[in-house]
């Protein structure tokens, strides 16, 4: 067996948020049904958290994640190793804001503060 190095959009999209490294849980794909009882499991866990989402559901989980968490520090990457790759860092509340009026389209990695 051989292993090859590759981009990775979970591990890119961490050390890009300039959040704590040492302590980290990755989700992968947040489950559609009984998201807010899942999520809750993690709201006193000290390690940043990261999972993808898709474009179509990334408010909607976001209300969730400010209902649980508040309105904590968060990061989005898109389109990581892309043309089109974009960091959105801020509180919660301001990143909802900026996503309200904007189209997007493409991989989602969400990094939440701890």
Wanted: aromatic share 10%.
């Amino acid at each position: 067996m051989q292993v090859l190095p590759g981009p990775s959009a979970f591990l890119t999209s961490l050390v890009g948020s300039g959040f704590p490294t040492d302590k980290f849980l990755f989700l992968g794909f947040l489950p559609k049904k009984g998201l807010e009882n899942y999520l809750k499991r993690f709201k006193d866990l000290e390690a940043t958290i990261i999972f993808y989402e898709s474009p179509q559901r990334i408010l909607k989980t976001l209300d969730v994640i400010e209902k649980i968490f508040g309105n904590i520090d968060i990061v989005i990457a898109r389109e990581i190793s892309k043309i089109y790759e974009e960091y959105l860092r801020g509180k919660l509340n301001e990143i909802k804001e900026k996503l309200k009026n904007k189209k997007l389209k493409g991989e989602i990695t969400v990094v939440l503060g701890s």
